[in-house]
């Protein structure tokens, strides 16, 4: 008992400390005289007379952690380019650090939500494993979201090109003018090429940046109509007009499959729930039934292997209903 109560209070000062450091890494980042500086003169170098809300980065290469130690060892680390391509997928404001960070935190917390509520190790390792996870979904569906927004988007960005191109812009103008008149996600993926080809780049390399950046099959279908135009010659606007039509039809398609098959999403989910469910009613209505269950060494083992499998289901369940259109 002594162990356990020694092992709760070290999880407990850890997770204060890990608290600590991520407010006081916030505070550095954002409220501190030096971020407010770099944030002035961020706003300095803003588009527009009225102060356009568009920020320009300084940096070429993006920083993977706050501090200097973190961001020379995860430089070190093979996966934290991909996990940083990640995070800008999802637009979101974390660097790798902040992420990492967080999942610590939110394993600590599992840890000693399992073992103070269920008095054993076992369920506490499970919350933390559980915890841990959490940021990265959060994450995913951040990136989830974002990608298929900028689906939604791109067929109007390609009957602007096309339009523009008939009026008689230069291909990188026309790129100008979609990341200034198209709204947010977009815009921001084709300022970032438009700067990258003022900047002296290239337009294909550039736009091969954009395809690698945007994991899209539409984006990169547009993206090789373009490369494949400069090379060969040929009505870039009729193209542009072309793919805009051929991106909707896929998306009506889409819209179809998923209304189809959205009864098997919706019994995956409710396969999911239900034990759930059950569990968290039979602890209202019998605590003492369902507490032999958490209790007992070998209904903890049991309750392993059923969240396991459970998770095994669910993510058989979505491999099923989901279609590649």
Not at 60 to 82: I, N, V
Not at 87 to 108: E, F, K, M, P
């Amino acid at each position: 008992m002594n162990l356990l109560y020694f092992g709760f209070a070290i999880a407990v000062f850890i997770a204060a400390a890990l608290a600590v450091e991520a407010l006081w890494q916030w505070w550095f980042s954002t409220q501190s005289k030096s971020a407010r500086r770099f944030s002035r003169r961020i706003a300095a170098l803003s588009d527009g007379a009225g102060g356009s809300a568009r920020r320009v980065s300084l940096l070429k290469q993006r920083r993977l952690a706050d501090s200097e130690g973190m961001e020379t060892f995860l430089r070190k680390w093979p996966l934290a380019e991909t996990a940083d391509t990640w995070l800008q997928q999802a637009g979101s404001q974390w660097n790798v650090g902040r992420l990492l960070l967080l999942c610590a935190i939110a394993a600590t917390a599992g840890l000693a939500a399992g073992v103070l509520l269920f008095s054993g190790w076992l369920m506490g390792i499970a919350l933390a494993g559980f915890g841990s996870l959490v940021p990265l979904l959060l994450v995913s569906n951040q990136r989830s979201r974002r990608l298929h927004q900028l689906q939604l988007q791109l067929p109007e960005a390609a009957d602007l090109i096309a339009r523009s191109l008939r009026a008689g812009h230069a291909l990188p103008s026309t790129l100008q003018m979609v990341a200034e008149e198209m709204p947010e996600p977009i815009c921001s993926e084709f300022r970032s090429v438009a700067d990258e080809i003022n900047y002296g780049l290239g337009l294909q390399p550039a736009m091969q940046r954009l395809a690698e950046r945007v994991p899209l099959d539409d984006l990169r279908f547009l993206v090789i109509a373009v490369l494949i135009q400069r090379e060969s010659g040929g009505n870039l606007a009729e193209l542009m007009q072309k793919m805009a039509t051929l991106i909707r039809e896929r998306l009506k398609l889409f819209g179809q499959i998923r209304s189809l098959s959205a009864e098997g999403r919706l019994s995956g989910w409710i396969l999911f729930l239900l034990p759930i469910g059950m569990a968290l009613l039979m602890m209202v209505i019998n605590p003492t039934y369902i507490g032999k269950l958490v209790e007992d060494p070998m209904g903890q083992t049991l309750l392993g292997v059923a969240c396991i499998q459970m998770l095994m289901g669910a993510l058989w369940m979505r491999k099923i209903v989901n279609l590649r259109v």
